[in-house]
């Protein structure tokens, strides 16, 4: 068996040392510059995505507000007025720095009432998905002769400093936010997860 010896093909050279650096030098260079622009690209590319990302999570975004109405029948309400849907993970509602177990106990607390002719309306909040523009009633208290003197009482209270919200929501990428929405304020405090309270707020037994 004949073994042809192995040839080392070597680029061609043109005679000239001068030229030949010339051209691997252009040669290197445009290598470099191909690495470069690729670098480039990919980091782009990087920036991009993350801008997506956070266009994403900020037409996701839910804001939860406090809204109270009177007329008839005072209501006072929780309102998303973020352009996604919020998860409300907990929620505490306190009078005079005491966390009040329901929409009764808090009225009694409050405003003297005292259960007689009244409907006293509620609704389960903590674990509801509020969809942005949606509200949910925290309490609706009619207005009757009975319970006139509660009524007007609470006509004052309902923007009281005495009195605190303090609620904990969610994104649907579950990124979570506190706040006590009876202050108003426009910079909810982000956290890891809700926190159920001590005491928190539910339906009347």
């Not at 191909?34 to 956070?54: F, Y």
Request: contains cysteine; proline residues 5%.
């Amino acid at each position: 068996m004949h073994i042809e010896p192995e040839h080392h093909l070597e680029p061609r050279k043109s005679g000239y040392r001068a030229f030949d650096i010339a051209i691997t030098v252009c040669i290197l260079l445009v290598s470099v510059s191909s690495l470069i622009v690729a670098l480039v690209h990919s980091r782009t590319l990087e920036r991009m995505a993350d801008a997506n990302a956070k266009l994403v999570e900020a037409n996701s975004w839910p804001f939860l507000y406090y809204e109270t109405s009177n007329g008839q029948t005072i209501f006072m309400s929780i309102v998303n007025e973020g352009v996604g849907p919020a998860k409300i993970g907990s929620i505490e509602v306190k009078w005079a720095g005491r966390a009040r177990a329901d929409a009764v106990d808090f009225l009694e607390a409050c405003c003297g009432f005292r259960p007689r002719t009244a409907d006293v309306q509620y609704a389960l909040i903590a674990g509801k998905v509020l969809r942005a523009g949606q509200s949910i009633n925290i309490l609706g208290l009619p207005h009757t002769a009975a319970d006139n003197s509660a009524w007007n009482s609470l006509q004052r209270q309902r923007i009281s400093r005495a009195l605190s919200l303090n609620v904990c929501y969610c994104s649907v990428f579950d990124q979570c936010w506190f706040a006590d929405i009876a202050r108003f304020s426009l910079k909810p405090r982000e956290v890891d997860h809700c926190v159920t309270p001590a005491l928190p707020y539910r339906i009347p037994n």
